[in-house]
């Protein structure tokens, strides 16, 4: 009896309420409402009401699944490409933030500690002004006449970004893949800079020095001593960009174009132009999917560098 | 004059010292943490600098493997002067403190990297590492990451990944600093056994003064990036040259006097509580302010007073510290001066055992002094 009234009491002790909170927390404000989405996306719309999925009729309990919505997703094609492009725009993104991103960092680390601060301030000052504001602004930027427009038309980079297929004629650069690209990338930079900067401002140096003792140039110290241990940064910081990058909706909604349909705005039309909630909820559902899979890799990727850290 | 530039001339102009050090100074906007330091040290030689922490010793030993650049004078190694190569260049491989073992790596990897960085093919690389683990004896280790070992392994591994290149000079930076007291101790000898086995020359800085001891052929002591003394271990415990080196190394007590009388073969000095009669000469005369170090296992203690009247003095134990192999007697003598006296715990039970309170007379011999002029 008295066991058992300890075990009650060490479950309602103070580190078991400080782990839980957070669990609950997620339990109330994901899990439960991506059940519901859930329960949408394999409901049958009854003019404005959705079925229930548990009947019971003459002594029959019956569940009834839709599960055409997600049939639907496999065989129209227009789901299958508006994923992939989401995908290949969240990719392409994370490595433009990545390239930019690590050598920001790394330098951010090594400035004088006086500096840091002031840098770290720098990098979040963006958030200051409203993010709307912020991705609006590249509009009048990037159209005719605009500042950036004029210059990467006066120095020829639209000709290569042309060539390679980013922008559909030279001197076009807004509603383009190029716009899209560079609206996300200006907005999650810092995410990529911030955990970077955590992870490589806690190395220690004097593994460099090592490095170097042992005949390393300052390059090849680079590649097989920093990189290596920024790994995790690097993880961490890819995810924080790529994750919203592929449900984004407000970015290609004011810089993206006809090509660039991403999978937030197929969500958008489920529901407000088609007003098919379940259809919507579906796609809602593969997408949550196909971000839960890189967040698992993510996650054991952090054990292991939690291991190697012991 | 400074003793160290005296040894370096005299060896200078007999064999041609492997690594010479010339007149090294490190300036840090004004402050001179290495300060016009010369050295030379032989092939083979296993040398320590020896000091507390910031008098130097660690920016001298990193200028040797390129991290700091000398605001002026020369290194030389075999002939080679190092000024204008990269730490990634130069001849030598240093152990680090707490060794900057990189984690990411199996202890394998962190023994080929110097031999990769080399571009040495493979099978060559694989040999090297395999005699390395067996040098230290790791080779059941060798998939392991640097955290899955025990500090002594850790160390070892640094002191295979350091030797793996065999570097003409090995640096040590307070090898031993990170392990405990015991494991130290059989690691000293260890890390001795291997550096004389594999015959490279070795500089190590460290603040642990029984570790430079143990395991150096020579010494310097290091204080505010000057050398103050360079010799043997023996050599600076029982000549040390100045006041500081005496009271650095070992324990020692320090009598101020002045020399009553000055002759070829000996000196008597006078000070508070006794006289001192010195069985050699010193350079110095009559009249002259000089200090006695007298080391406390150098001192016997006795309950008669002894025949000789010189190199006696009568005082009360006001404490005592029990060692195990030794017991220290603090004896306060007459001017209120405290003696400390180090006598070895031969009998397991002495019936007259000395305590706390006992009258007692210190005293020893005509040769236990050293004479200290500055």
Known sequence: MNALLDRLRSLVSGRSAVIGLPYLWLLVFFLFPFVIVFKISVSEMETVQFKDLVTLKDGVLQLSLKLSNYVFITEDALYLKTYLASLKYAAATTLLCLAIGYPFAYFMARAKSTLQPTLLMLVMLPFWTSFLLRVYAWKGLLSENGWVADLLINTGIDQLLYAAGMIPAPGKLMHTPFSLVLGMTYTYLPFMILPLYGNLAKMDLRLLEAAADLGATAWTAFWKITVPLSKAGIIAGSMLVFIPCIGEFVIPELLGGPQTLMIGRVMWDEFFSNNDWPMASSVAVVMVLLIIVPLAIFNKYQAEAQEVRK | ?374
């Not at chain 2, 001017?335 to 055992?353: C, E, M, P, T």
């Open chain 2, 1 to 374: 004059m400074n003793p160290s530039s005296a040894g370096n001339e005299q060896r200078a102009s007999g064999d041609a010292a492997f690594l010479r050090i010339e007149h090294l100074t490190k300036d840090f906007d004004g402050y001179k943490a290495v300060n016009d330091v010369s050295l030379d040290i032989a092939k083979g030689e296993i040398f320590a600098l020896l000091g507390s922490s910031g008098c130097g010793k660690s920016t001298l030993l990193r200028m040797l493997a390129g991290f700091e650049t000398p605001s002026s004078g020369r290194i030389v190694l075999a002939g080679q002067d190092l000024a204008s190569l990269p730490p990634f260049q130069r001849p030598m491989n240093m152990m680090f403190q707490s060794y900057a073992l990189f984690p990411h790596l199996t202890v394998w990897d962190n023994i080929a990297f110097g031999l990769r960085r080399d571009g040495l093919p493979k099978a060559q690389v694989a040999d090297r590492v395999e005699a390395m683990l067996k040098l230290v004896q790791l080779g059941k280790f060798a998939k392991r990451k640097p955290h899955q070992l025990s500090g002594g392994q850790q160390q070892r591994v640094a002191l295979a990944r350091s030797l793996a290149k065999q570097p003409q000079l090995l640096l040590l930076d307070e090898p031993l600093g990170a392990l405990d007291k015991k494991l130290r101790e059989e690691t000293q000898i260890e890390l001795v056994n291997i550096i004389e086995q594999v015959g490279v020359t070795c500089v190590m800085v460290t603040h642990d003064q029984e570790e430079a001891m143990t395991m150096a052929s020579r010494i310097a002591i290091m204080s505010e990036g000057r050398f103050l003394q360079v010799g043997a271990p023996s050599e600076i415990y029982e000549t040390p040259a100045t006041r500081f080196v005496a009271d650095f190394i070992g324990n020692v007590n320090l009598m101020d006097g002045k020399v009553d009388d000055d002759q070829p073969d000996h000196v008597i000095i006078g000070c508070a509580d006794c006289r001192h009669y010195v069985g050699h000469g010193i350079t110095g005369n009559e009249g002259m302010g000089v200090t006695v170090a007298l080391r406390p296992e150098k001192i016997h203690l006795s309950r008669k007073a002894p025949d000789d009247e010189f190199n006696s003095a009568r005082g009360t134990i006001k404490e005592l510290s029990y060692f195990g192999s030794f017991t220290v007697y603090h004896v306060e003598l007459a001017s209120g001066a405290r003696l400390k006296v180090s006598l070895a715990n031969v009998q397991r039970h002495r019936d007259d055992q000395f305590t706390w309170g006992d009258t007692v007379w210190a005293h020893w011999s005509r040769s236990a002094h050293v004479v200290l002029t500055s």
